[in-house]
């Protein structure tokens, strides 16, 4: 194993060269080491050699990449300064910090627009203003936008599939449905097939759009690590080990009153944070990075490591999170935090947020997993590509939630998205009272919000309530029966 010494050596003799800083970088990310060693190394090359441009760039990723978001913005824009090449490509990574960081979709458009300025044949911006519009729930305008990106580039697979995504599909001899089928004949895109999934499934025909779902899971599970239930078993089991009620007691305090809204994927989260940000009490703050980025940095065992926390640790982790929660909804409102994968580090986020309050969205087991196998969740959720494996962690899952009700009483409050939609006054007012709100009537009409949505529900929550997706499971039951029969029901 190297040692720390070992890299700050190889540091210091790659320090004067900027492509040995690339290489060793590179290296140390792919090992998992710590971002700080790589930032230390390019602020030395830069006080070495303040005006290459090409090392302020690099240096503005990997401040990106360790969340100092301001700065990295500052550095792009100082490597714009030092005339940096390629300048378009600045304004787009600058864009993307203000899309997916920052909640700024304004600001992000306005440096997607300046990268059109110095390129306006620039696929990649037409393809990100897009992805902005669809998030304002413009559906014609992302269409626009990426119909633009395909114009540029007719072999852009991803823009085909978003395009799609904007469309609904009534007829068979739809035109962009002809397209999706004949670039799905010759692609391995995992997103065409998924589209082209969505597209059959509006139109009823669901074999076809189970084909293609299948056909794009298996090409992400060949490109994923492999799901080990014995291994993520484990796993929970050191979490409810290590988090016991014992544990939490040595972190009382007061904090903020953020809400943490968080379960499986595909239950119903983003939907219940679209009702609270229609409460005048509530800003919604979409899927956080904070918590998983702070895990992946001082805990890359977790949850080895959280038996010896300081309490200067987590005073500054709770500074850095009122910091953060500040830039994006001032003081006079409640932050919500919908990233569902937090369920599984609340022991650690009541720790550092004494007074956090958290919402665990469930549904029928079923309808979740075949929302999530028809949906692409991303990388990290390698359990998603069999519908065998999706329900072993919904199991362990659910009692990782137990653990935590069973510490945290009335401060999590589990919502079932049947009865959200089926009871929605009734049930938005018992998490009101949860959460120490009043109710308010504009809870009921969430889907009139002119705000930004980022998750993959993005049209559905632009919908007024409906029960259409409970028992969206049996339209593929053939197939839950195959895999899990006489379980089914259980």
Known sequence: MTKYSDIQSLLRRARHNLPAIDQVASYLLQKRYSLKHALWAYKKYLAYKPGDANAAFNY????????????????????????????????????????DHLRNNEQAKV?????????????????????????DGNRSEAARYFGKCLQIDPSNEAALARLADTHRFVEQDDPLLTRLI???????????????GKAYEQLAEFKLAWRHFSKANALDKAALPVYRQVVTEAVFHNIKSQCSRGW???????????????????????????????????????????????????FPDYPRGLESISTEKLYFWKEEHNRLVESIAGNSIRLTDKRPDNFLF??????????AKFVVTERDWRDV??????????????????????????????????????????????????????????????????????????????????????TASVWQVREPFHTKSIGRWKNYKQQF?????AELNS
């Open 248 to 298: 939490l007691t040595h972190y009382r305090g007061q904090s903020t009153e953020p809400v943490f809204i968080c379960g499986m994927f595909r239950t119903g989260s983003t939907l219940l944070e679209q009702v609270l940000a229609a409460h005048p009490a509530f800003f919604a703050g979409g899927e956080s990075e904070f918590f998983p980025r702070l895990v992946a940095r001082e």
């Open 111 to 135: 440096h997607l627009q300046h990268a059109l300025t110095k390129r306006p044949d620039y696929a990649s911006a037409y393809y990100n203003l897009g992805n902005l519009s669809e998030q």
């Open 182 to 196: 004949g670039t799905a004949k010759s692609c391995n895109n995992a997103d065409v097939h998924i589209a082209l």
């Open 60 to 99: 503005a990723y990997y401040l990106g990449k360790d969340g100092q978001f301001e700065a990295a913005i500052n550095m792009y824009k100082r490597s714009l300064e030092l005339g940096i090449g390629a300048s378009e490509e600045v304004f787009l990574n600058i864009a993307n910090i203000y899309t």
């Open 369 to 454: 997993a075949t929302s999530i196998f028809c949906t692409r969740l991303g990388l990290t959720q390698n359990y998603a590509t069999s519908l065998e494996d999706i329900r072993h962690y919904i199991g362990l899952q659910k009692e990782l939630v137990d653990h935590w009700q069973s510490i945290l009483g009335s401060d999590l409050i589990r919502v079932q998205y049947e009865d959200l939609v089926s009871d929605p006054r009734g049930t938005i007012s018992v998490v009101l009272e949860g959460l120490r709100e009043a109710w308010d009537e504009r809870c009921l009409c969430f889907d009139r919000l002119v705000n930004t949505v980022q």
């Open 346 to 355: 609340i022991g650690l986020i009541k720790a550092i947020l004494p007074s």
């Open 481 to 485: 029966v195959e895999t899990f029969g």
